[in-house]
Every structure is written in structure tokens, then in C-alpha cells.
């Protein structure tokens, strides 16, 4: 259902700030929404963001029920020399989505 969108304006050379922006579609249903029949949707919800760059956690996010459908996180960062930028998005509902971009750098 999940579909991860990376987005990375590649440095030119290592330890230049670069820009990263990510999207993925989901509904984040609340929990509080009813459907047709009026029984409540339940919850589900991408509930934590994390990017590692060579194995390593450069950042962590706790989303809450108030984040909107089709997430979108945005940040900058830098790397000492080329590597593996892994992405990964955990659901409520234990799915886990995950993808990897090579970063190339001088």
C-alpha cells in the first residue's frame, strides 16, 4: 500500500549540506474517523521515520495522528565521503518500507 518517494539533491563533494525530501503515500488513518457504516476506522498510522547512512542513524522521527496523509519530511544533511543513505518507514500495523540510495561524493 505504502510507496516510498526519496528525494536528494546529490552533493558535489563530501561534507557539503545537501538537501533530502521524502514522501510516502498512506492514508494515516487516526483512529477517529468513521466510515459509511459508522463504525470507527482504526488507527494506522507510519509511526517512525529513520535514515541511516552507512549503517549508521542520522535521524529519527516519532510521528503522531495529527502528521497528514502522505507524509513528507524534509532535512539537510551532510556525509564524509560516498555511502549507502538508507530510508525507512514503520506502520502501526508492523510493515516496514524501506529503500536505499547510493550517495556518490568526492
Known amino acids: 500500500m505504502a510507496k516510498p518517494r526519496p528525494r536528494i539533491k546529490l552533493p558535489r563533494s563530501a561534507g557539503v549540506p545537501f538537501t533530502v525530501k521524502t514522501r510516502i503515500t498512506h492514508p494515516m488513518h487516526t483512529g477517529l474517523r468513521r466510515d459509511r457504516d459508522g463504525k470507527l476506522v482504526p488507527r494506522r498510522i507510519v509511526n517512525r521515520f529513520?535514515?541511516?547512512?552507512?549503517?549508521?542513524?542520522?535521524?529519527?522521527?516519532?510521528?503522531?495522528?495529527?502528521?497528514?496523509?502522505n507524509p513528507y519530511i524534509q532535512f539537510a544533511m551532510a556525509v564524509p565521503g560516498p555511502g549507502l543513505l538508507a530510508f525507512e518507514w514503520v506502520d502501526d500495523d508492523g510493515s516496514v518500507y524501506s529503500l536505499e540510495r547510493r550517495i556518490a561524493v568526492s
Open 50 to 69: 529513520a535514515v541511516r547512512f552507512e549503517g549508521e542513524e542520522v535521524l529519527s522521527v516519532a510521528l503522531e495522528p495529527a502528521v497528514s496523509t
